[in-house]
């Protein structure tokens, strides 16, 4: 019985020294940060970059965090020329919403020396709960010579985890782009009639056609016209309608034979450059433009880059008493438009 | 054939005649439908090549039909040279006897373009022994086969052309250029922007691409205020012709600026920008007044070594309009100031000399 009672006794002892010592292992030994990651922003071997933090406590009650970028292998941070500078500026001001984890609190403090960088300030966290923060200076750690994979180790409190971070040789892209310069002209129509039967009485117009630019030539462009007939000409009447002089503005009369061609308006768009009709063609006021012939005569001009500027283009004449009537009045203008050189 | 029997038959002349003077008016009818037009797009531009003489040179130029149906085109060559009022491009045709025309072939001058497509052609110029230094070459795309002239209407062509400046070098060839003038366009400016022309003579023999900058300051050395550049597009001036660049200073408080409108330049009735002038309170420390000096310094290459040519221009800018309306309101808070002290104590005076009037009666 006593040997039964010893023996029970012996057996409740070590139960009991057992479970305490199973809850004082529980109590004291550090946990496991989780779900950790010390993302570099830049990746470059040799290259001073910012970084962000972001862990899940285990326990609660921390008020600092570090990161010991050497960690606990021989991958060491340091002993690859890697730097970790002493001043560093830390916050959490932007993280949360990138990240979905919680901004780390308080009044964030952060320094470094040797291979660690250290957050003081932080209000103790909660338990198993995701934090981020970021360290906000564009050289807070300078990566290795060596390329490779790293094992900085992250503590918050008494628990800590082993994170990996890449350094590679190259982590840039160039993307390279050519745009060559451009010179894009519309011309709205093949065929301009005139607004209604030529007349003695008055001077007639025709509807016009449109000319629009879109370049991006920094130095402008030019444009230019001429004519097949030099005027007006009829097949069956054997009669032109001439044109009047050339490259002087003219004012048609009516009643008096004439026939000029011009830049009635012109709409700027949103380029950089100025577009203007060239004086002789200015049909904007009272003018009707001036004449053209077989030679390519300029009629505008700009000094930039054209985005939708528009010129209106319209041909008028004038005819007297005695011109012969026919209904095959014609001619064909030929405008060219290009780069300046 | 039969309408032309009948006409005779009827007394055709006679009819002409009669209408002619009733109607008293001829051709063109309105209401025509309008033909599709053309949409070209031309790339690169403009075309610069070097070669020497006895050798060839290609460039490839890229024309699109940027329209939505397809599009004859032909390829025609013809040169340009600078026109002599204003240094700018005029395309003339070859004459007879001009042997450069010879020396350029296309892979093709006759191809249809399709829509959104852009086709090559490539230029080959097989420049002889005995060329030498510049020739200009316009290339022209323009529509094929569109339809005939047709009665009672115009016919309006389009066309694109793009400009080759070609560059034989070969001994003798000489590279110079000389500033002519260099003036500010007003000796008395109220507001920036203050405009500046710098014309260029190429007194060479092959086309030059002056460059430079026009400083801007107080004085005629150092403590330059603003930096302008010259020629920014990089244009070329052709043998024995000037150009004209100008160069704006804006950079000041206030500036006259070219009015938008939903990101479209505002035109006045005639097609010209209208400016308006622009209190933007943040360029407040931007405020110009007194003399200023704009030194030029233009770089053009004459094939061994950048050759700077200098020159110098003082203008003023004084906003008198917004001082005359400062003085006149200060003169008239002072007139009216003096008025009110003159009202107290004039009315002191005469209120003491009636008083004494008083005491004396």
Known sequence: MKKSMRMLSVAASAFVMLGGLLAWQGLAAAASLSNSYLRINRMATSTATSARLVFKTAGAGATSVSINMNGADSTTWTGASGLVNTTQTASSASCAADTGA?????????SGAASTVTITGVTALAAATSYCVDLTSTSAVTTPTSAGEYHPVVTAGADNITVAVRVVTNDQIVVNAVVPPTFNFVLSGNTDNFTSNLSAGSVVKTTGVTATVNTNAKNGWLAWAKDANTGLT????????????TGAPATLVAGTEGYAFGISSIAQGSGGGTTSAVAAYDASGSAHGSGLDATLRQIASSNGTANGAVLTLKAASAISGSTPAANDYTDTITVIGAGNF | MRVTSWFRQKGGPVFLAAFGVLACCLTV??????AAGVNLTLSPLPVNLVTSPGSSVSTSLKVQNSGSEAVKLQVTLMKFKADSTNGQATLVPFKDGEEEKNWVTFSKTNFTAQPGVFNTVDMTINAPATAAFGYYYAVVFSQQGTDPTKPQSNKVNGAVASLILLDVQAPGEKREAQVTSFTATKKLYQYLPASFDVTVKNTGNVHVKPSGNIFVGRGVNGNFIDTLTINPGGGNILPGSSRTFNVEWDNGFPAYTVKKQNGQIVTDNVGKPVKTLNWNLSNLNHLRFGKYNASLTLVYNDGKRDVPVNGQVSFWVIPWL????????????????????????????RETARKRYSRRS
Request: hydrophobic share 60%; proline share 5%.
């Open chain 2, 322 to 349: 917004p001082i005359l309306i400062i003085l006149v309101l200060v003169l008239l808070a002072l007139a009216g100031l003096w008025s009110m002290l003159r009202h107290t104590f004039g009315t002191d005076k």
């Open chain 2, 29 to 34: 009818l309105p209401g025509q439908a309008r």
């Open chain 1, 234 to 245: 009829s097949t069956a009447a054997a009669k032109t309608i001439a044109s009047v002089a």
């Open chain 1, 102 to 110: 919680t901004a780390l609190p308080g009044t964030l403090a952060a």
